[in-house]
Structures are given as C-alpha cells and as structure tokens.
C-alpha cells in the first residue's frame, strides 16, 4: 500500500530541475509590485502622499516617493532575479507597514464580497492575506535563490 502510494505520488509531480521553481514566482512578485507601484505613480504621487497623511504617517512626502521607488526598482529586481535577498528587504518593510497602518482592521481575507446587483459584485475593504501571500512568496525566493533563469544566475555563471 505504502509503495503503490508512493509510485502514485512520484507520477502527480511534475519533475524538473528545482531552479526553475523560483520563475513563476519572481514574474509575479516582480511584476505586481512594479504594477503596484506604477499606479500610484500614475495617479499622482501627491495621491499617494495625501492618503499617508491621512493615515497619520510622519514624512508623507518623503515615505511616498520611498515608497513608489521601492515598488518599481524593487519589482523589476525580483522580476529579472537581481539582488533578491537586498531588494526583499525594503519591499517586506513597505507589506509590514501596509498590514499594520491599513489591512488589520480588515481582519484576514483579501476578497469581501458584500452585495451583486444589475452592475455587478461590490466588494469591501481588502484584508492582509494578500501582502502576507507577498512576504511568503519574498521570503521563498531569498531561501532559495533566484533560479536559472536570472540576473544573479548569469554573473555567477560568468564570475566562475
């Protein structure tokens, strides 16, 4: 029983070289933190700057921009597999903050679907599982690297 379990088990797995596990995650943790980040950009920084304000952040200006940065440049080196574990560390700062400053009082979950009519659904406030599906994602990358198909890859194949 145990063997034929095991025999089924070994069939389910797509078996592949482990280093490409970390590409579907960079794409998406690269490209939504640049989406991220290029929003708020395009609505204005002042936007942004105003909604830290509000929240009662010192230094809005200055956490705006810092923030904005952080979502681009940070992205786009998850995305290639550039200096993962430097760039994670500023970017789990900027989810930490999210969570506590603005998804707790939301409790868990990131969709609340609170009414559907002729216009279609209506959701509620997002709740922090969202950011902490980011830090997870972050957090597994840094452990096991950037994976083949990388930046970091391509200068430690050249460097040996």
Do not use: C
Request: proline share 6%; aromatic share 10%.
């Amino acid at each position: 029983m145990i063997q034929s379990l095991s025999v089924l088990l070994g069939r389910l797995y797509f078996r592949t070289d482990a280093t490409w596990a970390a590409l579907p995650l960079r794409l998406i943790v690269g490209y939504g933190f640049m989406e991220h980040g290029y929003a708020k950009l395009a609505r204005g920084p002042d936007a942004f700057t105003g909604i830290l304000h509000a929240l009662g952040m010192p230094f809005a200006p200055l956490l705006g921009w810092g923030t904005i940065l952080i979502e681009l440049f940070g992205g786009f080196a998850i995305l290639v597999g550039a200096l993962m574990p430097v760039a994670s560390i500023p970017m789990a700062a900027v989810l930490l903050v999210a969570i506590v400053t603005v998804h707790i009082p939301n409790g868990f979950s990131s969709i609340k679907l609170m009414s559907v009519d002729a216009r279609g659904a209506h959701f509620g406030q997002p709740g922090y599982e969202t950011d902490l599906l980011y830090l997870a994602a972050l957090a597994s990358l840094v452990m096991s690297g950037p994976g083949r198909w990388s930046v970091d890859s391509l200068l430690l194949r050249r460097r040996r």
